[in-house]
C-alpha cells in the first residue's frame, strides 16, 4: 500500500524560546522531507511515528523522542497513525543538548509536559506559566538519556513490506528464504541486503521488534501472557526471559517503573 503526504505545517516565525505543534497523522501518512532554521523535537503521546533522517530510518514509541538539530533534513510519517507533538526550540535555546540527531527516553516528567505546552500553546502567558513549563522542558530535554538505538527501519522496496508486514503480525516466523520468495529474491540476497540497509540481521531486528511491540501491547492494557501469545513465542516464561535478557528486569517490574516515571 503507498504512503499519502502531508502539507507541511507553514511557519510560524522563530520560536521564542519553545513552540508546540499538535497534530494528527493518519495511517500510512508522512511529511515530504524538509528542513528547520530551529531545533525540533519530533515524539507522538500515542502511536508509532516512522523518523528518516541523517540517511537512517527507524520508528519509535511513545516512549521515545528525536532530536532534530537545527538545519537537518527529516521526514516525519506514521505507518498505523499517531498523535503528534513538535517541540519547534529556538536555536540558542538548544545549548547544551546534542550537535546530532539523537533518540531519547521520554519520562513521565517529560511527556506531560509536553502535553501541558500544546495545552496552553497560544494563550496569554501574563503570568510566565508557559515559560516555566518551556524552561521545565529544556531542562528534562538535557537530562534526557539518549538511546542506543531505536527499531531501525527501511527507507523503501521490499524491505519495507516485509517489516510493515512483521509490525502487524510480530508472530510471523518466517525466515530469510521464505520471506525472499514472497518478495521474489533469493533468501541469501535478502539476507544481505537487510544487513546493509538495517545494520542486523532479520533475526535481530525480529527480537527488537518483538520488545518494542511487547512496551507497546503492555503499555495499552495487555497481560504478560497475552502479549507473550501476540508475539509468538511459546510460552510466557520464554517471554519473560527475553524481556529480562534486554532490559535487565522483568515486564511486570519495567511497566511498573515506566507508571511511576523511573527509568524512562
Do not use: N
Amino acid at each position: 500500500m503507498r504512503w499519502e503526504t502531508i502539507e507541511t505545517p507553514p511557519g510560524a516565525g522563530s520560536p521564542k524560546p519553545l513552540t508546540v505543534r499538535a497534530q494528527a497523522i493518519p495511517p500510512r501518512h508522512s511529511f515530504p522531507e524538509h528542513a528547520h532554521p530551529w531545533h525540533q523535537v519530533v515524539y507522538a503521546i500515542s502511536g508509532v511515528l516512522t523518523v528518516s533522517v541523517a540517511g537512517r530510518s527507524f520508528v519509535i514509541s511513545p516512549e521515545q523522542a528525536v532530536w532534530l538539530p537545527t538545519g537537518h533534513r527529516h521526514r516525519v510519517g506514521s505507518l498505523l497513525g499517531a498523535e503528534f507533538r513538535s517541540l519547534w526550540i529556538a536555536d540558542a535555546a538548544g545549548r547544551g543538548l546534542p550537535g546530532d540527531p539523537t533518540v531519547f527516553g521520554v519520562s513521565a516528567l517529560l511527556q506531560a509536559l509536553i502535553v501541558e505546552a500544546a495545552a496552553i500553546d497560544g494563550q496569554d502567558d501574563a503570568d510566565g506559566y508557559a515559560g516555566r513549563v518551556a524552561g521545565l522542558i529544556l531542562d528534562q530535554l538535557r537530562r534526557a538519556a539518549p538511546l542506543p538505538g531505536a527499531l531501525p527501519w527501511p527507507r523503501g522496496g521490499p524491505l519495507t513490506e516485509l517489516c510493515e508486514a512483521l509490525y502487524a503480525e510480530p508472530a510471523d516466523a518466517r525466515g530469510p528464504e521464505e520471506w525472499g520468495r514472497a518478495l521474489g529474491l533469493s533468501g541469501r540476497t535478502l539476507a544481505r541486503r537487510f544487513e546493509a540497509e538495517l545494520g542486523m540481521s532479520l533475526r535481530s531486528w525480529r527480537r527488537r521488534l518483538r520488545l518494542f511491540k511487547a512496551i507497546e501491547l503492555m503499555g495499552g492494557g495487555l497481560d504478560v501472557t497475552r502479549t507473550a501469545l501476540a508475539l509468538g513465542y511459546g510460552s510466557t516464561s520464554a517471554f519473560v526471559y527475553a524481556f529480562r535478557s534486554d532490559m535487565g528486569c522483568a515486564p511486570q517490574a519495567y511497566m511498573r517503573g515506566r507508571s511511576a516515571g523511573v527509568g524512562v
